[in-house]
């Protein structure tokens, strides 16, 4: 045919090629279409398939249960007189169950529900309605019997009806199962199945509502009524005969195969066996053998069993349902792959033929418009390695031929614009010289690092920045260096064009020629001054005091080592002095750190000004200073210096408006003879200034040998005493506290002691002070806070319910712990009232820092211990600090009343302080009371509790309970060791 010949010559060829492939994909589409119509109506018989099953197990649910309700409530509508309240209760249940049932059965119905729809299921939701409304006024028909109501026929009247409902129930939902088109074996022989379950559970619901309603009369089944029965048997006979066939057909599935076993034990045994009874007596004329509602219950169980039966088969059916509607699912799936399939395969067909030919066909033609037009710019990139490529390859050489030069050109100057801007704008300065080292070029930063101008030094010999300071050397080194071809690199102080001075950090490369030449230098200058004074400050700070600007200890070390190194001074001695200032921490803690720095400095500068050139001022430490003194002649000229220092540091100190004064304790020790090591000079020293602080007038003192026998005593006492401890050597005695009015003991005061395995019982005198200066007495006191309080735990359970404890706290405890929350644990783990533990603080201790110690005594205060001045009267604490202590107790110190009935002045003090301990509401007590005389006198003041050797020396526990037996009479003492770990 010429025409179609000339009509296809003439179309495009992308247009046919869209054409063809639009042709294919309808063809497909149309294929797709057509099985889509079978595959969705095998799907939507699927879905029919499961909800007519689920309908169906629904609705034989709610009959078996309407069933279980019409012969209860038949049962108790032919009992006579009133019925007791939990057969009520059972009857409601069961509706309850009923109409649980029922909302199931209606929900799934109302999902379908279309009053206007044609088909059963539509139209169900308003059946199920109205016969659960009929069977609401049935309800209420029986409900108003029960209220009282009569009516003889009730009982067979409820049971006709809602037989009736049960059978219009069967039917709608046989209505609803009534196959449409196709006919599924699943819903055949289901339906039967469920009809012959259906007929057994009805007809034996029937013969449990008449024998049952015959069992609440009490009387003999009439012979209407063994004709019914007979019939109900014949019915159940036919059903189970029916149902036993098609279950042939089903699997012998573990739900089915115990299903049966069930029936067969319960209905077809013991149930039996009961009806059998039942209709034996009804003959005889005899009782029956069961109650009306037991013959219910036991009728119930075996029509469950024929539910059960019904529900194990109706899983088998649903499991086939469920494999039908996967099936279909599956189907659905595979149609819509196949959907998808053909989309992708259309798609990629489209895609391949776009890329191989439309997308190069098109390339092609804009190519040589772009080439005809004279545009060279624009590239031409085919992938394809077919005629379109090969094609494409030489559209692109022409193009890249013409525009070869033009780009290499662009390209040149765009790397000079780039090379020219980074060297402008460099953070480093750019010089670039001749071989001869003539300047030819210089960059901006080169400017404004060095103050030169371009043209100051362009064309003339790289010098200007010249220092004059950097050694002949190292500039012959660096042209040996780039001369040789290498680059140079170090660091040069240079001058600025104003004569500052700077560090460079500088690398200088050479550059050869063609000829493998060196043409030029290029240097590279990076201005690292201040790094360089980072530097000079970092190892500054490493061998000075920040704060001072004295030497520190590592330059101390150094200085030392030099000393000891010199030849001239080996026939000399050196002096190490230490230095520590009094009083320095009352200062800090009082008026700030700030003013204690500025007290450091001060004393600082002013050590500075007396020592001499070659002598060595250094701060150790805190409040620490040590002074290296050269060239001793002998040891008189270091006492005139410590001597010297002493006067100067004692000088007011001004910081702001305060007129500041402190003192200092000196320590010396002198090279070689007190040490040859700097560690051993220090550690004497500092022995010596230690003994200074301790000791009245001068506080100044020399290392000698029996300082070091102490010092060796006291190195080995801590040692012993940080064993202490762990080897159980402390032990706590108990000096009773005495109430003269009541003639008992009423506290006693816990002591320390320590015995030695070598030296004895040690003081607390000698071991206390220790204990305080090396921290031991943190664990010492918690020890003993403990053991105190478990021994008086102990007292207060064997008799001494009013007992009470003193235990002394230092300083150092309150301010090196958190002495509330040790108080606190040990007063939980002891279970002791906290008013029996009293806390002893020393006056002196009390006004080192009065605020902090009212804030920690606060602190215990608030958890009810009771808290005690100790020592009272030695120290300088005022009035006004005394009523804001929250102390419960006075404490008299034994100075006062050791001469108390000699002394005037004693007895006046002793006197003031007990009016004033009365005046501010506070209890007082004496210590070191030693005869009657002493303790009449103190009676008389208003001192009635005392303690001292009158009474009793502090004992060990054990000889205390007895003391306790001698002074009081304990209503209900046992005789038990003292000893606190036995409770």
């Known amino acids: 045919m010429p025409w179609l010949q000339n009509l296809i010559c003439h179309i495009k060829i992308r247009r046919l090629l869209l054409m063809v492939l639009g042709l294919l994909c309808a063809v497909a589409v149309s294929a797709i279409a057509w099985n889509s119509i079978g595959v969705i109506r095998q799907h939507e018989s699927a879905s029919h398939l499961g909800l007519v099953n689920l309908l169906a197990d629904r609705s034989l649910q709610l009959t078996t249960e309407l069933a279980v309700e019409r012969g209860l409530t038949s049962t108790l509508l032919a009992m006579p007189g009133t019925l007791e309240a939990e057969q009520l209760i059972r009857l409601n249940d069961q509706r309850k169950r009923t109409d649980h049932r029922y909302r199931e059965f209606s929900r799934i119905l109302q999902q379908y529900h279309d009053p206007e729809g044609l088909t059963p299921l539509d139209r169900a939701y308003t059946a199920i309605r109205q016969l659960y409304d009929q069977l609401q006024l049935l309800r209420r028909e029986v409900d108003r019997v029960f209220l009282g109501d009569t009516d003889p026929r009730i009982s067979q009247r409820w049971f006709g009806l809602v037989t009736g409902k049960i059978e219009d129930i069967a039917k709608l939902q046989r209505a609803i199962m009534a196959p449409t088109q196709e006919v599924d074996h699943v819903i055949y022989y289901g339906q039967m199945l469920r009809d012959a379950f259906y007929t057994m ?87 029956y053998p069961v109650t009306e509602l037991v013959w219910f219950s036991e009728a119930s169980r075996a029509i469950d069993t024929i539910t059960a039966i019904a529900e194990a088969a109706s899983i088998h059916n649903g499991q086939d349902i469920a494999a039908i509607q996967q099936q279909a699912n599956q189907t659905v799936v595979a149609l819509m792959a196949t959907v998808l399939l053909v989309l992708v395969l259309f798609f990629v067909t489209y895609l391949i033929t776009y890329r191989r030919i439309l997308f190069p066909l098109n390339l092609l033609e804009n190519a040589a418009r772009t080439i005809e037009s004279g545009n060279l710019r624009q590239p031409l990139k085919i992938d394809a390695q077919d005629e379109f490529g090969r094609l494409g390859q030489s559209f692109e050489s022409m193009r890249l031929s013409l525009l070869a030069d033009r780009e290499q050109r662009e390209l040149v100057e765009q790397e000079l614009r780039k090379l020219h801007q980074a060297i402008e704008q460099s953070v480093s300065s750019l010089v670039i010289t001749d071989a001869e080292g003539v300047t030819e070029y210089v960059n901006h930063r080169f400017e404004l690092t060095t103050g030169y101008r371009q043209e100051e030094v362009i064309g003339r010999k790289y010098n200007k920045t010249a220092s004059g300071q950097t050694p002949m050397a190292v500039y012959e080194a660096l042209w040996q260096t780039i001369k040789g071809g290498d680059i140079w690199e170090g660091e040069l102080l240079n001058r600025k064009k104003n004569g500052e001075l700077f560090w460079e950090l500088v690398s200088i490369s050479p550059v050869r020629d063609k000829l493998g030449e060196i043409s030029h230098f290029i240097g590279m200058h990076h201005d690292i001054s201040q790094r360089k004074a980072m530097e000079e400050r970092l190892n500054y700070l490493a061998y000075h005091d920040e704060l001072t600007g004295l030497p520190n200890r590592s330059l101390l070390a150094e200085r030392f080592i030099q000393l000891i190194g010199h030849p001239r001074r080996q026939t000399k001695q050196i002096a190490l002095l230490m230095l520590d200032l009094n009083r320095f921490k009352l200062i800090n803690d009082s008026l700030g750190h700030e003013t204690g720095d500025q007290v450091l400095v001060e004393v600082g500068k002013r050590l500075s000004k007396l020592a001499r050139a070659s002598d060595t001022v250094s701060r150790y430490g805190g409040d620490e200073f040590v002074i290296l003194l050269t060239e001793i002649e002998s040891p008189g000229v270091v006492t005139d210096f410590a001597r010297r220092i002493t006067q100067k540091i004692s000088r007011p100190i001004t910081v702001g408006e305060r007129l500041l004064h402190v003192s200092c304790a000196i320590g010396v020790a002198l090279w070689p003879q007190d040490g040859k090591r700097l560690d051993n000079l220090l550690s004497n020293a500092d022995a010596a200034m230690y003994q200074a602080k301790n000791r009245g007038g001068e506080k100044l003192q020399f290392f000698t040998e029996e300082l070091n026998h102490q010092v060796q005593q006291r190195m080995e006492m801590e040692n012993d005493l940080r064993n202490a401890l762990r080897d159980h050597e402390l032990e706590l005695y108990y000096q009773p506290q005495f109430n003269q009015r009541t003639q008992r003991i009423t506290g006693m005061e816990a002591l320390l002691r320590w015995h030695h395995p070598r030296r004895g019982l040690i003081s607390p005198d000698r071991f206390i002070p220790l204990a305080e200066e090396t921290g031991l007495i943190l664990p010492i006191g918690v020890w003993v806070l403990e053991t105190a309080c ?8 064997n008799g001494y319910p009013e007992l009470i404890v003193a235990v002394n706290v230092s300083v150092r405890q309150l301010e090196g712990q958190d002495m509330a929350d040790i108080v606190r644990r040990i007063i939980s783990d002891t279970a002791i009232n906290p008013a029996s533990l009293e806390i002893e603080i020393t006056e002196s201790t009390m006004m080192e820092d009065p605020e902090r110690m009212i804030e920690a005594l606060g602190t215990l205060k608030r958890q009810g211990v009771r808290l005690a001045l100790d020592d009272f009267g030695t120290g300088h604490s005022s009035l006004s600090y005394l009523q804001r202590f929250p102390f419960d107790k006075l404490k008299i110190d034994r100075a006062f009343v050791r001469n108390i009935t000699q002394s005037e002045d004693d007895a006046a003090i002793a006197m003031t302080i007990g009016a004033m301990a009365k005046s501010l509401k506070l209890e007082v007590i004496a210590e070191g009371v030693e005869s009657e005389a002493q303790m009449a006198f103190l009676k008389h003041c208003g001192c009635d509790n005392i303690q001292g050797y009158l009474i009793s020396k502090p004992v060990p526990a054990r000889e205390f309970g007895q003391l306790l037996a001698q002074y009081a009479i304990p209503p209900y003492a046992r005789q038990h060791s003292p000893n606190p770990e036995s409770t």
């Open 201 to 287: 559970a009805e007809y034996a619901g029937r013969e449990r509502a008449d024998i049952g309603r015959a069992i609440a009369l009490n009387k003999t089944l009439s012979m209407d009524e063994l004709h019914h029965l007979i019939q109900y048997r014949e019915a159940l006979e036919f059903g189970e005969k029916k149902s036993f066939e098609i279950l042939a057909f089903y699997p012998e599935t573990p739900e089915i195969k115990v299903a049966l076993a069930r029936y067969q034990a319960v209905f077809k045994g013991s149930y039996e066996k009961i009806r059998s009874q039942v209709l034996e007596a009804s003959r005889n004329g005899t009782p």
């Open 790 to 797: 478990r021994q008086l735990k102990y007292f207060q359970r």
